[in-house]
């Protein structure tokens, strides 16, 4: 019996070592794009939906169980799809724009969006980045979808039935339909979108071909049936066309869009289609995924790990997505959100800066720098054909968040080596930006006399959320000052941004050592509640945003009273109840809800402000400290499951923390050329640079109690400092870690080996 038992714990204890994933060979597989699904208005553990599409893709597709015009375009929960809609939709906060739906029936022609509407359920579905399918009980129909950057393939596999159809919904808010029966051809355009202001000829042309002739062709208005109708323009028009069909027959349908025209559609089509059948477009689909999946590799952690690295890159590989086309010569195209001109050169939509900046936009300067040389050419054209740079494109200016933190985006490329466009025209646009108002708030600096005058924007002076904006415009004129010392421009050009970098101190607030909203006369906001939630912060309180003054955190600790202050606290933000004050919203908003049940004290890892927070550490001599809430939070606030994130993911924002904090490091300074250390999650994670080189970080001894650095060897020698180098990166390297249950209380704590601030800068 002794025996028998033994050997049942040594097969136990094989079956937990043999839980650890070695090397993985098809990354796409260990998604799950439902991660985040199980989302709510008031309860964000995502707000994603399952994106069927390529990286960067120009479209997207999605089933859609909310109803039409409904930012939560499909939620975990729901028990019903209403159709299968082509989206670029980045958050449901900001809504979607150019959408239509296609949606199989059968019976009745049923073309409303309710009574189309059918049951379904996990169990019959099938979710893969590049593949899609689900059965529909109430139509008897599989419906099965394969996307490439601009087109994609449904199959829809349907029972015996004279009645089977497929509705094409081109939404409201005026759009077009055309049916050429003979061609079993079906084109339109959708006009709709949620965030304006667009110009008039805004338009989404698709074109959708049938394998199979059709029994009957009617178009719809509203909820009224046209008989002898094949064409039609109106506030909501769509088009179902009919088939008799065999038992498991299968019914294809290749469908395209182009923002330019139904040309165009046409063109990207046959381009990306070609004659592939639908598993061919599948298998390149999944070709695609997996390359672009490989250029980081983890091994040596656990199935659920590996699930949630790759399920988190695969968010980070969608925004901004490209709003470019490629014409009959193979010219890049692009039509304008900002003047409506169909213009050469490229475009990309669909990313708010104030979540992006941070983490986002320095992943794909490290493993995806071509994707953003193109997306710096894209804002090259925006500012060229709209006057200003973005801070959120939607697809054109969208007037929402704060912050100019397109001069970090622009500024952090080319430090970190983009080359080969035109810098200068980018240069002119971010010291445009940062000298003017915009034509809406969130484009330019809203209050830029008052901050220029007075060194921060007044509390007092009826312009929302100041406090953030005079902490975000002064990393922004750091992150301007070092793009033109970059591009060696005149110190007397650029020592005004050097100045107001500083700004952040004019918020300091030594009696409760916070930052604090400031009247137009110099005295502080009063009465002051830490805990307030907006009124002079954005979507956090002060506890949030006291951090964010990533350019000097050196600084900022000799404000709160010298290191070791600094370093208490830091810990009293994780020790602290988390109580809030909602007045400023008259209810509690979702990332307040998400702060209070995360059981983190105040720490909002949900939300974007406070997400560098936990490196800080590192600035202060406790990397230890950095080591152990890297690790709390990505174990705790992650998982590859619908209820996954623990906040908005925001357009690959909150992934790319993830994804970073897993390789062990994390830029806490864009425009800066370094990382800050943490501690990696994996036994080795490899980076497949794009130049070629290889970056190796080994760290054999990790596990989920060593989880602290004891030392670590760069290229085989000692390496003592905090903070990694990207262009050293860049040359290839071997990290070695070597880790432990226990803290190294003694390793990067002396100040040589602290992070860039910008006030101990002796080159400035």
């Known amino acids: 019996m002794k025996r028998f038992l033994t050997a049942i714990l040594i097969a136990g204890s094989s079956a937990a070592i043999a839980q650890t994933v070695g090397k993985v060979t098809d990354p796409v597989e260990w998604i ?10 008031d309860m964000s553990n995502g707000n994603t939906y399952p994106t069927i599409a390529l990286p960067w893709g120009m479209n997207f597709w999605t089933p859609q169980t909310g109803k039409m015009g409904d930012g939560w375009a499909y939620t975990y929960d729901a028990d019903k799809i209403r159709g299968f809609k082509q989206t670029h939709q980045p958050s449901p906060w900001m809504n979607d724009y150019g959408q239509f739906a296609v949606m199989p029936v059968t019976g009745k022609k049923k073309f409303k969006q309710d009574e189309r509407a059918s049951w379904f359920s996990h169990k019959a579905e099938v979710v893969k980045p590049y593949y899609y399918s689900v059965y529909l009980a109430d139509a008897d129909v599989t ?29 409201d808010k005026g759009s077009y339909i055309k049916i050429f029966p003979k061609e079993q051809k ?26 199979k002739p059709f029994t009957s062709a009617n178009t719809w208005k509203g909820g009224d049936l046209q008989k002898d109708v094949l064409e039609i323009e109106a506030d909501h028009s769509g088009a179902i066309v009919g088939f008799k069909t065999a038992k498991g027959e299968k019914v294809s349908m290749k469908v395209a869009s182009s923002f330019i025209s139904f040309e165009q559609a046409d063109i990207n089509l046959k381009r990306e289609l070609a004659n592939d059948t639908f598993e061919a477009t599948k298998t390149k689909g999944k070709a695609v995924w997996n390359k672009t999946l490989s250029r980081i590799s983890v ?15 695969y968010r980070t590989l969608f925004f901004p997505n490209k709003l470019y086309e490629l014409d009959a010569n193979n010219k890049i195209m692009h039509w304008s959100p900002y003047n409506g001109k169909v213009l050469p050169g490229y475009m990309f939509a669909g990313t708010g800066f104030w979540d992006t900046f941070r983490a986002l936009y320095p992943f794909l300067n490290l493993m995806y720098p071509s994707i953003n040389k193109e997306m710096q050419e894209g804002l090259i054209n925006d500012y060229k054909e709209g006057g200003w740079l973005p801070e959120w494109s939607s697809p054109g200016y969208a007037n929402i968040m704060v912050g100019n933190n397109s001069a970090s985006v622009v500024a952090d490329a080319y430090i970190k080596g983009m080359r080969g466009y035109d810098v200068n025209t980018l240069w002119e646009a971010v010291t445009h930006g940062a000298n003017n108002e915009g034509p809406m708030e969130a484009v330019g600096r809203a209050g830029v006399k008052y901050y220029n005058d007075l060194g921060y924007v007044p509390y007092d002076v009826k312009i929302n959320e100041n406090a953030a904006r005079t902490l975000e415009y002064a990393y922004d004129d750091f992150a301007i000052y070092q793009l033109g010392k970059a591009l060696n421009k005149p110190k ?36 002051f509640n830490p805990f307030k939630w907006g009124d002079a912060f954005t979507e956090g309180n002060s506890w949030h945003y006291s951090w964010s003054v990533f350019q000097d955190i050196d600084g900022l600790a000799k404000l709160m009273g010298g ?20 007045s400023y919203y008259g209810g509690v908003i979702h990332e307040i809800r998400e702060m209070q049940i995360a059981n983190m004290g105040q720490y909002a890892h949900g939300n974007q402000p406070i997400q560098h927070m936990i490196y800080l550490y590192n600035y202060a001599g406790a990397p230890w400290k950095t080591q152990y809430w890297v690790r709390e939070t990505m174990d ?26 897993a390789m062990g490091f994390y830029p806490v300074t864009p425009a800066v050329d370094q990382y800050v250390l943490g501690a990696p999650l994996f036994k080795k994670v490899t980076l497949n640079l794009e130049n070629g080189k290889t970056v190796t970080i080994d760290a054999a001894k990790n596990s989920s109690s060593n989880r602290y650095v004891t030392d670590l060897k760069y290229n085989g020698k000692a390496y003592s400092k905090n903070w990694l180098s990207h262009s050293e990166l860049n040359k290839g390297a071997v990290l070695n870690f070597n880790m432990s249950a226990t803290p190294n209380k003694q390793r990067g704590t002396n100040e040589t080996d602290f992070p860039y601030s910008f006030s101990t800068d002796k080159n400035k």
């Open 32 to 41: 799950n794009p439902l991660m985040g699904t199980a989302s709510k208005p």
């Open 143 to 171: 419906t099965e979808i394969t996307p490439t950057e601009r087109a994609a393939q449904f199959r829809f596999t349907f029972p015996k039935s004279d009645s089977s159809f497929v509705v094409l919904d081109a939404f």
């Open 186 to 211: 079906v084109i339109g355009y959708s006009t709709k979108y949620a965030r304006g202001p667009l110009p008039k000829n805004f338009k989404n042309y698709f074109v959708a071909y049938f394998d």
């Open 299 to 313: 091994e040596g952690g656990t199935i659920d790990q590996t699930r949630t690295f790759y399920s988190s890159l």
């Open 492 to 527: 007397s050009e650029i020592d005004i941004y050097a100045k107001r970098s500083m700004n952040y101190k004019n918020l300091f607030d030594p009696a409760s050592g916070l930052m604090r909203g400031k009247n137009k006369d110099g005295s502080f906001q009063s009465p």
């Open 563 to 582: 290191k070791e202050k600094f370093v208490t606290k830091l810990d009293s933000v994780f020790s602290m109840p988390p109580i809030f004050d909602d």
């Open 636 to 661: 705790r606030m992650y998982k590859a499951t619908p209820d996954g994130y623990c906040g908005d993911e925001d357009n690959g924002q909150t992934s790319a923390w993830y994804v970073f904090s």
